[in-house]
């Protein structure tokens, strides 16, 4: 990012030219590394979600990879195995759920058989996400649908 026109002055660019910071507030005893920030009115939780190496078994000795809760109302999981324990966290109180999905065995995202052992009460909030197109054959019918890339989801 720093190579630009500027270094013709011999002055690069940083990651402020780019973006407008803003630090998150950790919020402490919550179980996992998990932030706050509120931004023009949008609540913003952001949680370590357990994605990489195989090998790891929780989100402490996984890669940082981060989830998101938004307005206390939607969860977004994105990159994370398998993990009984966030949706128990989160679940009974968002209206829907992103989860990222493989429809085959993977050590680094949650499979549909480990998500179809989740309650059901979990599973119709579920839209599957980050998922091969040519998985949409397999029948996903016990979640609320397959996110689509490029449709909008309004939740009133």
Not at 37 to 44: A, D, E, F, H, R
Not at 125 to 133: A, G, I, Q, T
Request: aromatic content about 12%; overall charge negative.
């Amino acid at each position: 990012m720093a190579d630009n026109e500027k270094e013709l002055l011999n002055e690069n660019l940083s990651l402020n030219d780019y973006f407008t910071l803003i630090r998150p507030t950790n919020i402490p005893n919550n179980g996992r590394n998990t932030f706050f920030v509120n931004q023009k009115g949008i609540k913003l939780e952001i949680f370590r979600t357990n994605h990489i190496p195989d090998i790891s078994n929780n989100e402490k000795t996984a890669f940082v990879s981060y989830g998101l809760l938004i307005d206390d109302r939607i969860l977004v999981s994105c990159d994370t195995k398998f993990d009984r324990e966030l949706i128990e966290k989160y679940g009974d109180k968002v209206e829907a759920i992103f989860h990222d999905v493989s429809f085959v065995p993977n050590p680094v995202h949650a499979n549909i058989h480990e998500l179809k052992s989740l309650p059901k009460k979990y599973q119709d909030k579920m839209f599957l996400m980050h998922y091969f197109k040519a998985c949409e054959k397999i029948d996903h019918s016990e979640f609320r649908g397959l996110a689509i890339e490029g449709v909008h989801y309004i939740f009133d």
